[in-house]
C-alpha cells in the first residue's frame, strides 16, 4: 500500500481511535443506501471492523467505483467481527415512511451485529441520523460520516453493494425501467420510463405521485 494511501486511512480512522483510546472496543459503524430513489428499498449496514483494519480504497461508498466497492464488500464481511444489513421493502417505506422504514432498518442490522458479536457494541456512530433504538447503546451522529469515518464508510459500502445488487436482479423482471442502471433514482430516462409504462410493484407509491 502506498504510503500516501495509508496517510488518508489513517485520517479517516482518528475519530475512531480517538474512542479507543477512551477505552472503548467494540465501535460499530451504521450507514444507509437508498433513501432517495423512486423505487426498491432501503437497505442500512452496520458493522464493527478490528482496531487494526485498513482495507485499501475504504471510502464513502459513492467515492469508489463500482468494481472496488464489490472488493471490499467481500474484504469487510470477511475480516469484520460482526456486521449486519437491514433491508426494508417499498411497501414498507410507503406504509411507515422513508425515515422511519430506514430507523427500522438500523434496528435491524445493529440486531444482527449484536447477534453475531454476543454482545453489544460500547458505542455506534452513524451517518447523520438522530433519535433512533438502538437497544440502549449510546451513539453518536455524524455529518457526513461515511467520508469521515472508517467504521461508517464500511457499513455504506455493505448498503450499497447489497442495494445495487437487488436493484439489478429486479431488472431482469422489469428490465423497462432500467434498474440496473440508475439503481431506482429519479433519473429522466427512469421518469419517462413510469410515464411510458406505468408504475410496477417495486416503486414507492408515494414517491412518484408527481409522475402518475
Known amino acids: 500500500m502506498k504510503e500516501k494511501e495509508i496517510e488518508r486511512l489513517t485520517n479517516l480512522k482518528k ?3 480517538n474512542l479507543y483510546n477512551e477505552g472503548l472496543k467494540y465501535i460499530c459503524g451504521i450507514d444507509e443506501a437508498g433513501r432517495g430513489p ?5 437497505v442500512v449496514g452496520a458493522v464493527v471492523m478490528p482496531r487494526d483494519s485498513m482495507l485499501e480504497f475504504m471510502n464513502d461508498s459513492k467515492k469508489v467505483t463500482e468494481k472496488r466497492r464489490e472488493l471490499l464488500y467481500e474484504e469487510i464481511i470477511n475480516t469484520s467481527l460482526a456486521y449486519g444489513i437491514g433491508i426494508i421493502s417499498q411497501e414498507e417505506i410507503d406504509k411507515i415512511n422513508i425515515l422511519n422504514a430506514t430507523k427500522k432498518g438500523l434496528h435491524e442490522a445493529l ?3 449484536i447477534e453475531k458479536l454476543k454482545q ?3 458505542i455506534i456512530i452513524v451517518d447523520a441520523l438522530r433519535e433512533i433504538d438502538t437497544f440502549g447503546i449510546t451513539y453518536e451522529s455524524i455529518i457526513k460520516g ?3 469515518c472508517y467504521s461508517i464508510s464500511a457499513a455504506s459500502i455493505l448498503a450499497k453493494v447489497t442495494r445495487d445488487r437487488i436493484m439489478a436482479e429486479w431488472d431482469k423482471i422489469y428490465p423497462q425501467y ?3 442502471a440508475h439503481k431506482g433514482y429519479g433519473t ?3 421518469i419517462q420510463a413510469i410515464k411510458e409504462y406505468g408504475p410496477c410493484p417495486l416503486h414507492r407509491k408515494s414517491f412518484i ?3 402518475v
Open 15 to 17: 475519530y475512531e481511535e
Open 38 to 42: 423512486l423505487a426498491g428499498p432501503v
Open 120 to 122: 453489544k457494541p460500547d
Open 178 to 180: 432500467g434498474f440496473a
Open 188 to 190: 429522466a430516462k427512469h
Open 209 to 211: 405521485t408527481h409522475f
Open 146 to 148: 461515511d467520508a469521515t
Open 111 to 113: 440486531g444482527q451485529v
